[in-house]
């Protein structure tokens, strides 16, 4: 049986220090449960959560949107160019068993409409009012972490 995929989601360039401490410690718990991470394996959320998987001990594999291995983020376990740019959000997406999404920008919105069109669950901490269903949305870090490890592990199993 292999273990549970989670996309971890969230801003790059625009995130906040709450938005990179949210995700540290997202990485960093989601580790410990023995889940896998994904990522969009750049700076931002995406690299706050590397670097707290890293810290618990995970693997985070970040699909990159562009043609090289030197654009991941330090923290990255495994980084996978894929040279598709912002399409890599549909890889991302169609990896996981769950997303996760911390707040939101343009891109994480791209990926969560992706999501709940495909019917993965989405936990969504802070971000945007969301106009349809399927997007769980909480400001609590820990009701999102049960929630989308609760709903990965649903999924991953066969």
């Known amino acids: 049986m292999h273990p549970p995929y989670v996309a971890v989601i969230g801003p790059g360039a625009g995130a906040t220090e709450q938005d990179c401490d949210h995700a540290r410690r997202a990485g960093e718990w989601l580790a410990r449960q023995g889940i896998i991470v994904l990522s969009g394996g750049l700076g931002g959320v995406m690299g706050a959560t590397a670097e707290g998987v890293r810290d618990g001990g995970g693997t985070c594999v970040g699909l990159l949107p562009g043609s090289s291995r030197a654009e991941a983020h330090p923290a990255q376990t495994v980084a996978i160019p894929t040279g598709l740019g912002e399409l890599r959000n549909g890889l991302l997406v169609r990896a ?3 997303v996760l ?35 769980v949305v909480t400001d609590s870090l ?3 972490l049960d929630r989308v490890a609760a709903y990965a592990r649903d999924r991953a199993t066969p």
Do not use: C, F, K, Y
Not at 102 to 129: C, D, F, H, K, Q
């Open 96 to 98: 996981a068993d769950a």
């Open 101 to 135: 999404a911390i707040n939101t920008s343009w891109g994480t919105m791209s990926e969560v409409a992706l999501a709940v069109r495909t019917e993965v669950p989405v936990v969504m901490l802070g971000g945007w009012p969301m106009p349809a269903s399927g997007v």
């Open 142 to 144: 820990d009701e999102a």
